[in-house]
């Protein structure tokens, strides 16, 4: 089993910034993927950013330019830093992994996901 744990998020007015991480437990083995999906209040949850296990990296249109992933393998840690934040940005979002050379650029690609932690920008 894998556990994921996020931290971070919260509440920050439009144009601002906020940084979430996520760290991941248990039996993650190598050559994994993590990522993070977003749902907002009716939506459905959509897959936003991904990193592989070599550091290739996979950008939502919507955020492209704005949100940058990293990933610190050695502490099986993911952050997603998230700059000029929008109304349309809140929602809870969710730290997921894929396991063994999944494709992370897919949401079929993430067997594993957190709890979710809530991002609410305000106008």
């Known amino acids: 089993q894998v556990q994921l744990v996020e931290s971070g998020g919260g509440l920050v007015q439009a144009g601002g910034s906020l940084r979430v991480s996520c760290a991941a437990s248990?039996?993650?083995?190598?050559?994994?993927?993590m990522g993070w999906f977003r749902q907002a209040p009716g939506k459905e949850r959509d897959l936003i950013v991904g990193?592989?296990?070599?550091?290739?990296?996979y950008y939502e249109d919507s955020v492209k330019g704005r949100f940058t992933i990293s990933r610190d393998s050695a502490m099986n840690t993911v952050h997603l830093q998230m700059n000029s934040l929008k109304p349309e940005d809140t929602a809870v979002y969710y730290c997921?992994?894929?396991?063994?050379?999944?494709?992370?650029?897919?949401?079929?690609?993430?067997?594993?996901w957190g709890q979710g932690t809530q991002v609410t920008v305000s106008s």
């Open positions: 248990g039996r993650t083995g190598s050559r994994y993927s």
């Open positions: 990193i592989d296990w070599n550091g290739d990296t």
């Open positions: 997921a992994l894929g396991l063994y050379y999944s494709n992370y650029r897919s949401a079929r690609g993430y067997d594993y």
